[in-house]
Structure formats: C-alpha cells, structure tokens
C-alpha cells in the first residue's frame, strides 16, 4: 500500500468514527468533496496544508493521525 492509500483510509477511518459524510468533512475541513473523495481512494496526493485542514476537521493532532497501524506496515 503507497502512502497516499495509507493517508486517504486513515482519513476514512476516522471519518467514520465522527460518523461524518464526505460531503460534510469536505465542508468543515473547507476543501472540495471531490478532492476529498480522490485522497480517500488514494488517487490524489494532498498538500500539506490540506491535510493540516482535514486533521483538524477530525479533531485529532497530526501526531494522533500517523500514530496508527497503517503507517507501521510497510
């Protein structure tokens, strides 16, 4: 699994944890659903700067958002 899968379902995981849409984790985080969809899926490299948007949209720190599984494997 590339980074961007690794990112995009650490993304969902936690959306679906604040049971969230994508519409409106798009919406609170202010970035577009489409562009949101893409780096769910992977298909999409996120900057930097949105994924600082998207972290703090699912109230976690940057820190709490790579401390997981997923980014342990290779």
């Not at 604040?18 to 984790?25: D, H, K, M, N």
Request: charged share 35%; proline share 0%.
């Amino acid at each position: 699994m590339d980074i961007r899968a690794k990112v995009g379902s650490r993304i969902r995981e936690l959306r679906k944890e604040l049971q969230l849409t994508q519409e409106a984790l798009a919406f609170k985080a202010e970035v577009d659903k489409t562009y949101l969809n893409e780096v769910e899926n992977g298909k999409r490299n996120v900057s930097v700067i949105n994924l600082e948007k998207i972290v703090i949209a699912l109230e976690v720190t940057v820190k709490g958002f790579f401390d997981d599984e997923v980014f342990n494997k290779k």
